[in-house]
């Protein structure tokens, strides 16, 4: 079993509406939580970054974090055809230094 | 802030080659991560430089894998005798001292593909 679990995917929905995306893990260690986007021959660029259970927004993206169910979310509002991506989470743990990355969820926003 | 810069963005090789990548952080960002990435799947650690300290390196940096950072600013890594197994997307990142959980800032990769 794999450290983060992320549904691969593709996730297509029409211009306008709410992208949902999730990522679970298996280790408590994991204390940072960061969302990436990754577009086609692209290096990921960061999105989100949090390191509590809670929401945080930022304009069309909010970011949920439940450390008790070990449940991470992404929300896009508003989507976009230029949100069409993957997506990726990423954990840190307290202790650690390195990125442990989900495999990434292919997003399609269609116009 | 110039982002990180890897170059060549693309390297086709003969298996058997040698093959070397190199990495230029944020300036101002003592932590330099190298990762590797297969389609479909999510970036993998290989190791990771606190200034020109290599501090931790994955079990899937083989012997024929060697990463530098001579002067804390660059870094390179070498593939010795390549394999078909090897061809990827090589990722660099950087991230600054500071508390745990920095986030990290990533280059466009160098896609290595071995013939």
């Known amino acids: 079993q794999k450290e983060v679990e992320q549904d691969p995917g593709p996730l297509s929905v029409p211009e306008g509406a709410i992208v949902s995306l999730n990522c679970t893990y298996s280790?408590?260690?994991?204390?940072?939580f960061m969302w990436y986007r990754q577009y086609s021959r692209k290096g990921p660029e960061l999105l989100m970054y949090t390191y509590s259970s809670g929401n945080k927004e930022d304009g069309r993206f909010t970011a949920q974090v439940d450390k008790s169910s070990k449940y991470i979310s992404l929300f896009i509002r508003d989507s976009q055809p230029s949100d069409s991506a993957t997506y990726l989470c990423a954990l840190i743990q307290a202790a650690g230094n390195k990125l442990t990355f989900g495999g990434g969820t292919r997003v399609l926003v269609k116009p | 802030d110039t982002g990180v810069s890897q170059d060549p963005r693309h390297k086709i090789t003969k298996r058997g080659q040698n093959v070397t990548f190199r990495c230029d952080p944020i300036s101002e960002h003592n932590r330099l991560y190298w990762y590797r990435q297969t389609l479909g799947q999510g970036p993998e650690f290989l190791t990771y430089?606190?200034?020109?300290?290599?501090?931790?390196k994955s079990r899937l940096l083989s012997d024929r894998f060697s990463a530098e950072r001579p002067k804390g600013s660059f870094s390179t890594l070498e593939i010795q005798r390549t394999e078909q197994g090897d061809s990827a997307m090589y990722l660099c990142?950087?991230?600054?001292?500071?508390?745990?959980?920095?986030?990290?800032?990533f280059g466009n990769g160098t896609r290595l593909t071995v013939t």
């Open positions: 280790n408590s260690a994991f204390q940072y």
């Open positions: 430089f606190q200034n020109e300290a290599q501090l931790e």
């Open positions: 990142a950087s991230s600054k001292d500071g508390p745990k959980g920095s986030p990290l800032h």
